[in-house]
């Protein structure tokens, strides 16, 4: 049996097994590259490090803490009303990357900086009490002398710009997630 095709008849059964063939290798070659695309995503030990809680209720005025984030430090410090004044009574001429300190805190008290120096990656000191905590008493970072105020603004070295406020929010007053 022949099948006889008019002149306004559009489509064969070969133009159908084109169109279906065309259709299943497709379907065939997004199901075989699937595991390759969904292998690129971040693992799940990685999506548990994006953000990370922080009971700070036990912090004291004055105090600085550092935790781990993302396999960085993180500096938590805890400003005393002094350290506060100090930090904002600074000229904006003064600072090589100028930035207010009300611009780097969420709340006055709370100064929360990931603690990599900006030149070269170096861990600046100043956590710990009675470490170098450079010319404006802020972090020091001793690999090529980054200096680093109170808001952990740079004030003097080869470090580009200020110590990175990293994205937080205070979940209560004992609590703050970073991430």
Not at 4 to 29: C, E, H, P, W
Not at 46 to 53: D, F, G, L, M, P
Not at 135 to 142: E, V, Y
């Amino acid at each position: 049996m022949s099948i006889v095709k008019s002149d306004n008849q559009s489509s064969t059964r070969r133009d159908f097994l084109y169109l279906a063939t065309g259709t299943m290798g497709t379907v065939g070659i997004v199901a075989a590259s699937w595991p390759f695309i969904d292998q690129m995503n971040p693992s799940a030990s990685v999506r548990s490090q994006a953000s990370v809680e922080v009971d700070i209720s036990s912090m004291e005025l004055g105090q600085r803490v550092t935790i781990k984030w993302r396999g960085r430090p993180v500096f938590i410090d805890r400003r005393t009303p002094e350290t506060i004044a100090e930090a904002r009574n600074v000229k904006f001429q003064d600072l090589k990357d100028p930035q207010s300190d009300e611009d780097r805190v969420k709340i006055d008290e709370w100064l929360i900086l990931i603690g990599v120096c900006t030149h070269l990656g170096c861990v600046p000191k100043g956590q710990e009490q009675g470490s170098d905590r450079g010319q404006w008493g802020g972090w020091f970072c001793p690999c090529h002398g980054s200096h680093y105020d109170k808001s952990g603004r740079i004030r003097k070295g080869p470090a580009p710009s200020n110590l990175v406020v990293p994205p937080y929010e205070f979940v209560s007053s004992e609590k703050v997630r970073i991430g």
